[in-house]
């Protein structure tokens, strides 16, 4: 089978992904997109996706993990596909499409970056030393002093699989620093991509959420990754109840090409 596909990446996060709304690819094997995500044999990629189609939305987003499951939503992955759509011809004012998680709205900007609204947060529960929550894929935060002064790769992976996160495929490990009164720094292990990622949409989002100060009101958080710069605006309205959440940035082209299967 011979593929056309595109790659884009948001701060760093990098995806395949192929316009299948007319299904020619939706028969790809796990074996197959684990191949296509990998960064010596195939294309390489944090993830894949496919541009699909559904009726009442503008399109829908189908994720795979570099590993080759399908799996839950990526924030950067799904501010890509909103770019992929517009670069393909399919230009909305706002769009409205369906994920794994729900519907979501998103909209490109004049400068051509790309703000996605995220899923309502209403549940974020203290374990041990950190939080956890989920935005849409369950993630794991820890504030810290210095992010840099942290081994990411092997203290993610104690956690990812720690007893408790392991009978639900496990979890995304999220080391926060507060840079500011509005700013904070993140490193994240990313599950199904069992490595570190320049940055990780869902995992920046939960962070930002942890580290919002206002008791009420909005929040507008800028966030530092490996990859780049990124912000999150949210509504907070209470504890733990956070809504109208944005994740804004840069979400870009870096080529397209064809591979043989």
Known sequence: MQIEFYKYQGTGNDFVIMDNRDG????????????????????????????NLQDGYDFAMKYYNADGRESTMCGNGGRCLVK?????????????FIAVDGPHDAVVTEKGTVNLKMMDVSDVKPYEDAMVLQTGSPHYVKIVSDT??????????????????????????????ITGDDSIRVRTYERGVEDETYSC??????????????????????VSTKGGELSVEFDKLGESRFENIWLCGPAEQVFKGTISL
């Open 148 to 177: 840099e002064l942290i081994d990411v790769v092997t203290e993610g992976r104690g956690i990812r699989y720690n007893g408790d996160f392991a009978p639900k495929g496990g979890i995304n490990v999220n080391f926060l620093q």
């Open 84 to 96: 992929f759509a517009w670069d393909m011809g399919l230009r909305r004012p706002q769009y409205h």
């Open 24 to 51: 020619r690819y939706s028969g790809l094997t796990t074996e197959q997109v684990n191949f296509l995500c990998n960064r010596r044999f195939g294309i390489g990629a944090d993830g894949l996706m496919l541009l």
């Open 201 to 222: 949409g869902t995992g920046v989002t939960a962070a930002a959420l942890v580290a919002a100060h206002n008791e009420n009101g909005f929040n507008h958080v800028a």
